[in-house]
């Protein structure tokens, strides 16, 4: 029994018994392939009409009419060529050469007896296209259970596997099954591209739709079913039919979406729970993410950006939508996501980015920055769902330690890291209490602040006096002052390196 979904060969046709008692005359060896139309052809141009996978009845059994078709058929990749012989009237067979060239072809050349071509040529025409009735009615069949549900992960999944009889399963762009099984030896780059494909496993084949794109034309979501055989007609059923089943999808995922921007649970909730999974990130939290909009997948860099001073009021919706703008004009599209200090934002590529590329980042973050009392930290570039959570820790961490510097990579930290580390020593925190308190509540605060900048801005006292917004005479007063209340020289590289850790310690713990 041939099964709906196949596609119909020359064999099969003659054993089906649809073309009555037609005999193979010729061209054995090409029997074995599929037939897509039947075509009549009463004359020449009705021959060189025909095109590839079509089988031509011939009404006309002139000698040279036939071998046209022959030839055709060789040329074209005609499938076969069909004489009719009526039962009544003249009919002039073949001639044994013809047969013979029909051999050397192995274009499969048959004889049907029938008083009109038309008849023959329907009833092949409707057994050939009995694959497109059968999957026209699993269509149907599909898209109305589809509109008689809500068309979430779980019920497309089984709406398509009863009905096909695959195994589905909406997987994100980094591989994570939102609901379903992921098919063995699934190749990973086939979820790298942007439109549908159909490719062949161990076990059958698999189709993978997109569901839900961005507006870079990067996939984050989509729908792959695995079906057992190798038969390309019921590969390319099964591939409408899921493109159906993703456009419903789409809808779900868009309306989800609002939901999700709806919920109590923010943006910057969903990060935190993100950032807070470490390198075990279950499917749930992927799938709110994907929903929430946000590529998982590829090579993430992180940059992380706060108010250079205290100031609550600079983290509002406004804001957020005005440093989206701006990060857009400069032709950077990631994720931003407002918090409780500060903004994170990621960019994320397909492949690991070159190592010159922070350069070029921090110049256009400190473009988008401007004359804003903003500063920005920039993470290293990594892969993958935990690389979000990482990246972004070196971006806050580069973040606190710009100085005077309005951008700062975590990889340009250098010493200023290595100082920052050693601050967060208990024993040191109060060893720097005792040696700074003469300069406590001093000036309120005035004193002690200054030299902490100043020794920040590598004892240069303009660019102090630029940070404290007073004359830089201000600054060298305060200074010495503070060498005389403390009792050292900062022009001692030791003491001065004391006095700093002493200032970063503190200020640390302050924080």
Same mark, same amino acid.
């Given at each position: 029994?041939?099964?709906?979904?196949?596609?119909?060969?020359?064999?099969? *046709?003659?054993?089906?018994?649809?073309?009555? #008692?037609?005999? *193979?005359?010729?061209?054995?060896?090409?029997?074995?392939?599929?037939?897509? +139309?039947?075509?009549?052809?009463?004359?020449?141009?009705?021959?060189?009409?025909?095109?590839?996978?079509?089988?031509?009845?011939?009404?006309?059994? $002139?000698?040279?009419?036939?071998?046209?078709?022959?030839?055709?058929?060789?040329?074209?990749?005609?499938?076969?060529?069909?004489?009719?012989?009526?039962?009544?009237?003249?009919? $002039?067979?073949?001639?044994?050469?013809?047969?013979?060239?029909?051999?050397?072809?192995?274009? &499969?050349?048959?004889?049907?007896?029938? #008083?009109? &071509?038309?008849?023959?040529?329907?009833?092949?025409?409707?057994?050939?296209?009995?694959?497109?009735?059968?999957?026209?009615?699993?269509?149907?069949?599909?898209?109305?259970?589809?509109?008689?549900?809500?068309?979430? &992960?779980?019920?497309?999944?089984?709406?398509?596997?009863?009905?096909?009889?695959?195994?589905?399963?909406?997987?994100?762009?980094?591989?994570?099954?939102?609901? !379903?099984?992921?098919?063995?030896?699934?190749?990973?780059? /086939?979820?790298?591209?942007?439109?549908?494909?159909?490719?062949?496993?161990?076990?059958?084949?698999?189709?993978?739709?997109?569901?839900?794109? #961005?507006?870079?034309?990067?996939?984050?979501?989509?729908?792959?079913?695995?079906?057992? !055989?190798?038969?390309?007609?019921?590969?390319?059923?099964?591939?409408?039919?899921?493109?159906?089943?993703?456009?419903?999808?789409?809808?779900?995922?868009?309306?989800?979406? *609002?939901?999700?921007?709806?919920?109590?649970?923010?943006?910057? %909730?969903?990060?935190?729970?993100?950032?807070?999974?470490? #390198?075990?990130?279950?499917?749930?939290?992927?799938?709110?993410?994907?929903?929430?909009?946000?590529?998982?997948?590829?090579?993430?860099?992180?940059?992380?950006?706060?108010? %250079?001073?205290?100031?609550?009021?600079?983290?509002?919706?406004?804001?957020?939508?005005?440093?989206?703008?701006?990060?857009?004009?400069?032709?950077?599209?990631?994720?931003?996501?407002?918090?409780?200090?500060?903004?994170?934002?990621?960019?994320?590529? +397909?492949?690991?980015?070159? $190592?010159?590329?922070?350069? =070029? *980042?921090?110049?256009?973050?400190?473009?988008? /920055?401007?004359?804003?009392?903003?500063?920005?930290?920039?993470?290293?570039?990594?892969?993958?769902?935990?690389?979000?959570?990482?990246?972004?820790?070196?971006?806050?961490?580069?973040?606190?330690?710009? !100085?005077?510097?309005?951008?700062?990579?975590?990889? =340009?930290?250098?010493?200023?890291?290595?100082?920052?580390?050693?601050?967060?020593?208990?024993?040191?925190?109060? $060893?720097?209490?005792?040696?700074?308190?003469?300069?406590?509540?001093?000036?309120?605060?005035?004193?002690?602040?200054?030299?902490?900048?100043?020794?920040?801005?590598?004892?240069?006292?303009?660019?102090?006096?630029?940070?404290?917004?007073?004359?830089?005479?201000?600054?060298?007063?305060?200074?010495?002052?503070?060498?005389?209340?403390?009792?050292?020289?900062?022009?001692?590289?030791?003491?001065?390196?004391?006095?700093?850790?002493?200032?970063?310690?503190?200020?640390?713990?302050?924080?």
């Amino acid at each position: 029994m041939i099964d709906d979904a196949d596609s119909l060969t020359v064999r099969d *046709l003659l054993e089906i018994g649809v073309l009555g #008692d037609a005999t *193979l005359l010729a061209g054995e060896r090409g029997i074995g392939t599929e037939v897509a +139309d039947v075509r009549l052809a009463a004359d020449i141009t009705a021959v060189e009409a025909c095109s590839a996978g079509d089988l031509v009845i011939l009404t006309g059994h $002139q000698p040279y009419l036939v071998e046209v078709a022959l030839r055709r058929a060789y040329s074209a990749d005609v499938r076969a060529v069909v004489l009719v012989r009526p039962s009544t009237g003249a009919y $002039q067979a073949p001639s044994t050469a013809t047969i013979s060239f029909a051999n050397r072809l192995g274009v &499969p050349l048959l004889q049907a007896g029938a #008083d009109d &071509p038309l008849l023959v040529a329907d009833a092949l025409r409707t057994a050939v296209r009995r694959p497109e009735v059968a999957a026209a009615r699993l269509l149907n069949a599909v898209t109305a259970r589809l509109g008689r549900s809500r068309p979430d &992960p779980r019920s497309v999944i089984t709406i398509l596997s009863g009905e096909l009889h695959v195994t589905c399963a909406v997987i994100s762009a980094d591989g994570t099954a939102i609901e !379903g099984v992921s098919p063995p030896g699934l190749p990973p780059d /086939l979820l790298a591209g942007s439109v549908a494909a159909t490719v062949e496993l161990a076990e059958g084949f698999a189709v993978a739709v997109p569901v839900e794109t #961005d507006r870079t034309g990067h996939v984050h979501l989509w729908l792959v079913s695995h079906a057992s !055989g190798s038969n390309k007609r019921w590969a390319e059923t099964v591939l409408q039919i899921s493109q159906v089943a993703s456009w419903a999808l789409g809808s779900w995922v868009a309306a989800e979406r *609002l939901e999700t921007e709806r919920r109590a649970r923010s943006r910057g %909730s969903l990060l935190s729970e993100l950032l807070a999974c470490g #390198d075990d990130v279950p499917p749930q939290l992927v799938q709110q993410a994907v929903l929430a909009g946000w590529r998982l997948d590829g090579w993430h860099t992180g940059v992380y950006a706060v108010p %250079s001073s205290p100031t609550p009021s600079l983290l509002d919706t406004a804001n957020t939508e005005r440093l989206r703008v701006e990060l857009s004009r400069r032709g950077l599209h990631g994720q931003l996501v407002e918090g409780a200090e500060g903004w994170s934002f990621w960019l994320t590529n +397909d492949s690991e980015p070159p $190592q010159s590329q922070h350069r =070029e *980042l921090t110049t256009k973050i400190a473009q988008v /920055l401007g004359g804003c009392p903003l500063v920005a930290g920039i993470g290293r570039p990594h892969p993958g769902v935990s690389g979000v959570g990482r990246t972004l820790a070196e971006a806050r961490e580069a973040a606190s330690m710009t !100085g005077s510097a309005k951008v700062v990579h975590v990889d =340009e930290l250098g010493v200023r890291r290595l100082l920052s580390m050693a601050a967060e020593t208990p024993a040191l925190v109060d $060893q720097a209490a005792r040696l700074l308190e003469p300069l406590t509540g001093v000036e309120d605060g005035q004193l002690l602040r200054t030299l902490a900048i100043y020794l920040d801005e590598e004892s240069v006292t303009s660019s102090a006096a630029v940070r404290l917004k007073v004359h830089r005479n201000t600054v060298t007063q305060r200074i010495n002052r503070a060498e005389q209340l403390l009792g050292v020289s900062l022009l001692n590289p030791d003491e001065r390196l004391a006095v700093h850790l002493a200032c970063r310690a503190v200020r640390a713990s302050d924080e």
